[in-house]
C-alpha cells in the first residue's frame, strides 16, 4: 500500500512537473531581436486625423462605420465596434493626433494570460484571438497593459474584439487595411526591425521634429507596432508608466515554483506524517 | 463482524436496494417554513431567473461589468474570496493527517465537506461568469494548453482539489449508505487524498494572487506587490479557519442534535487551539505585510484615501482580530474568539476585494460597482449551497458518529 502511494505521489508530481514546463521548454524566443516579427510604424508628425484606417478597418474587419472624429479634448476609446481609434492632442507643439489599436506585444501578456491559446502571438507579429478556442473568461483584458482586448457584452455568443493586423490579409501578402489606406504615409508596414532603422533613421535626420523615443521599441519588452512622436508621449495619452520589460515575466517566478512544489510538498507532508505519528498515541475511538 | 454492527445495517438501508434508498433520502427532512428557508427560496428563484437573462442576453445584461474592469463580484467574492474561506479544509487535514494532532478529528468531516461544496459551487459561480462557457473543456481535455496562463494552472488544480476532497469525504458516504466494503477502499485512499490536496491548496490559493501579478499597473501600489501570492497563500490559513470556527458556531446551534456527546464536549476546547494558530499565522501574515509595505517605499501614498483605507485594512483587520485571537486563547474567552473570527472573515473579504474589485483601477475615471442582479445571483448561489449542506447534514454521519460497524471493524 504504502508504496503504490508513494508511486502515486511520484506520477502526481511529474505531471505537475510537465503542465508547468511544457510552455518554457518550446516558449518563443526571448527577445525580439531573434525573431523576425513584421510590425507597423506610425509616425505622427505625419498623420492628418483623416480617419481612413479607421474607416478602412471597419469596412475590412465588418464593423459599423465609425462615429464621431478626432477632437481636442475628447478621447475616444476602442470598443466591441471599432477597433482602432484616432483621437487629438492638444500639445506643446500644436495639435496632433494619435492612432490607437493593439500593440501586438513581443511577449504579450494577453498570449500569457490565455489559457485555451485562444490569444496567440503568431510567428509573423499579430496576435490574433481565435473564437473556437476561447472561453471567455476576459483573463486577457485583465492582463493586457494597454487595456486593449474588449469584450461584447450584450452579446449570448461574446467574441473578444481587438486589432488582429489584418493577418488573414498579411498570409495573403496583403498590408493591413489601415496601412494600404493612409493618404498621408504616417502608417508603413514592415519588418520590426527595418521599421525601427527606419524611425532612427528618420529622428537622426530631424531631431527638431521629433522626440528621441520610439515608443514601443522597449515598452512592455518590446512591440510590432511602434510610435514616432513630435511631443513627449504623455502628452498624447499613452501609457508611459508601462515597464520595460516582458508582462509574461512577472508570473514567471510563481509558475517556475509549481514543479518544485509538486515534488517538495508530498515528499515533506508524507516525511511529517511518518516522524509524527508515533508522537500521538492513536486514540482508539478514531477511526484511521 | 459482530451482530450490533449488522443490525445498524439492515436498519439503514432496510432491504431495499441502494437506490431507493437514495430516493427516499431526497426528500425533504424537516420543517418547512422556517426563517431561513422563507430567506432563500425567492433569491433562488429570482437568481435563476437572472441567470436564465444572463445566458439570453449576455454578461452585460446583469451585470455592470466595463471594459476596463472585466472582472467584478463574481469573480472577486464569489471565487478569489470565496476558496479563501474554502482554505480551512487543508490546514485541518493537515493538522489531522500530516501533524497527527487528534484533537481535532472530529470536525474533519464537516470542514471537508465545506470545501468540497464551496468549490462545486464557486467553480459553478466561474461558468456563469464565462463569455463562452462551451469552450470551457478546452483547456482539459488538451486540444488548447495554455500551460503559460495562471489561470490554467489554477483551473486544473480546482478540478483536481475537488476530486481529491471527494475521496477525502467518501468514507461518509459510503456509511451512510451502509457499503462497507467500498468504505474500507476509500479510507485507504484518504491519505494520499490529502497529501494530493494540499499540495495542491497551496498551488491554487497562492495561484488566485498571481492571477494578479500581470494586472501590476492596474492595482493600487498598496495592494500589489510580486509577494501578492505569499499574501493569499498566508491569509488562507486563516481566513479557512475562521470561517471553520464562526461556521462551527452556527453548526453547533442548527445542528445541535445531531452532534455527537463526545463531540460537544470537545467544541470549545477544538476552537480554543484554532484561536492559537489563527493568532500566529495572522502575526505573520502582518510582518510580511509590514516587509512587504517597507520594501514597496509608498510612505506618500499613506496620506491619501486609499491609504486611509489600506491602514483601516491592516490595523482594524488584521491587527485587531490578531490581538484578539491570542487574548481571548489565553483568557479562553470562546466568545470573542468568535467575535475574532467574524472580524477576521470581514478582513478577508475586504483585503479580496481590495486586490480584484476594489483597487483595480482605483485610477478610473468611472469605478465599477457591482448590480443588485450580480449580488442576488451570488445569494442564489450562496443559499443553494446552504441548502445542499443542510441536506447532506441530516442524512450523513458528518456531525454525528459514524455507524457502529465502523468503529467495531477497527
Ligand atoms: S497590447 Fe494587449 S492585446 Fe495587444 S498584444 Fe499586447 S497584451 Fe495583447
Ligand atoms: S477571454 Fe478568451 S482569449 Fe481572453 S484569456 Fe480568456 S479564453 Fe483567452
Redesign the interface.
Known sequence: MKIERRNFLRILGVTGVSLALNKPLNAKPETAEDVEFYGILYDATRCVGCQSCEYACAESNGLPEPTGMPEVGIVRKTDETRRTIVNAYDTSKGEVYLKRQCMHCNQPACDAACLTQAMHKTEEGPVIWRGDKCMGCRYCMVSCPFDVPKFEYHSANPKIIKCDMCHDRLLEGQKPACVENCPAEALIFGKRRDLIAEARKRIVENPDMYVDHIYGEHEAGGTSFLYLSPVPFEELGLNTKVQKSSYPALSKGFLYSVPTIFVLWPTLLLGIHEATKNNHPINPEENE | MNNTSEITVEKTTAGKTTWQFILEELKPKGKIFTPFNIISVPIILLGIVLIVIR???????I?N?T??V??GLWIGFDVVTGVAFAGGAYVIT?MV??????KY?SIVKVTVLNGFLAYVFYAGALLL????????I??IIG???????????V??HFLLYMMAQLIEFS?TIAEWLGKKRAHKIL??M???A???G??LS??HQ??LG?????????IHPLWYS?FI?VMFFVSSIFAGLSMVIFEGSISHKVFFHQISE?NKKAHNSIIRGLSKICAGAMFAYFFLQILVFVHGKHWTLLNTGMGYWYLTEMIGFVALPMVLFYYSYRRNNILLIKIASIITILGIIINRLNVTVIGFRWDAASHYFPSWMEIAVTLCVLFIEIWVFRWVIRRMPVLSD?PSW??KN?
Open positions: 445566458f439570453i442576453y449576455g454578461i452585460g445584461s451585470t461589468l471594459q476596463e472585466p472582472w493537515f493527517y500530516i501533524l497527527n494532532m487528534h478529528h461568469d464565462l463569455g463562452r462557457p462551451w469552450n470551457v478546452n483547456p486540444n488548447s494548453f495554455g500551460t503559460s496562463s495562471v489561470l490554467f494552472l483551473a486544473w468514507p479510507s485507504g484518504t491519505l494520499a490529502v497529501i494530493f494540499i499540495t497551496t498551488l497562492s495561484g498571481a492571477l494578479y501579478l500581470m494586472a501590476k499597473d492596474k510580486e501570492p463526545k459514524p465502523v468503529t477497527k
